[in-house]
């Protein structure tokens, strides 16, 4: 990823391939006969195909396993966030449709934000158009962006990385119980700049976990390298 260019090029548009569906159908079938249940969290349906090409797969697989297929509306550490929060739920021991439906419920609490400079990612992966994109590289702004219900909406420009730290802040802070925030730095890390919300989550979410993540290839290709973000996870009720 560190050779990503800062934005989209003739000679450079990346491309995200999900599995066959053959690969994915041989994958689950053979892990059937091995577990008594088997969750499949997935990143949004809205930005990736893989849900759908699942979801056709465990439509016609049966097996001592039962699956329970969850599009997580989110992708990156909101993604992982929800993994997380599944773990500890099964190891807990609590039964399948509890887990299932506290799943479910966690996908409605984790929010993630995004800002990115290169806007000719987000056309390239076909979530804006070329008028938009073009406009917004031109004007220099720092676009933000919200995934809602698994969809990449537009939140509003910011004129430097500051007002987008300010506005991150802005974010947790409408927030009052919250179990992790998880803050996604681009290719080249900010840590100058990043320093003020790790010490702002120091202060008033003293009981909430912080973690900071790489930007993952998945979420470059959309963002580019040197797009960045926050996902956020309440407290289960």
Known sequence: ???????????????????????????IS?????????????LSKEISPLYSRVEKSVATLHGRANLHLID????????????????????????????????RLMVTHIYTIFCTPSLSYLHNAGILDVGQAAVGDMMGLF????????KVNPLQKV?????????FIEFVDEFDDLAHIALIQP????????????QH?????EETTYTEHSIN??????????????AVMENPA
């Open 159 to 167: 004129k430097n990385l500051r007002s987008v730290m300010e506005y």
């Open 72 to 103: 997580s509306q989110n992708t990156s550490a909101g993604l992982g966030l929800l993994v997380q929060y599944a773990a500890a739920l099964i190891a807990k021991g609590l039964p399948a449709d509890e887990v299932e439906r506290s799943l």
């Open 201 to 205: 989550v120091s202060e008033f979410f």
């Open 217 to 230: 290839a998945f979420t470059a290709s959309l963002l580019g390298p040197r797009g960045f973000g926050m």
């Open 143 to 150: 676009p933000l962006f919200v995934l809602e219900e698994g």
């Open 30 to 42: 053979t892990s059937l006969p091995l577990y008594d249940e088997i969750y499949l969290l997935l």
């Open 187 to 198: 290719t080249t890390p900010m840590q100058s700049e990043t320093k003020i919300i790790h």
């Open 1 to 27: 990823m560190a050779d990503f260019p800062k934005n989209i090029t003739s000679d450079f548009q990346p491309q995200i391939f999900s599995p066959a569906e053959d690969e994915i159908f041989d994958l």
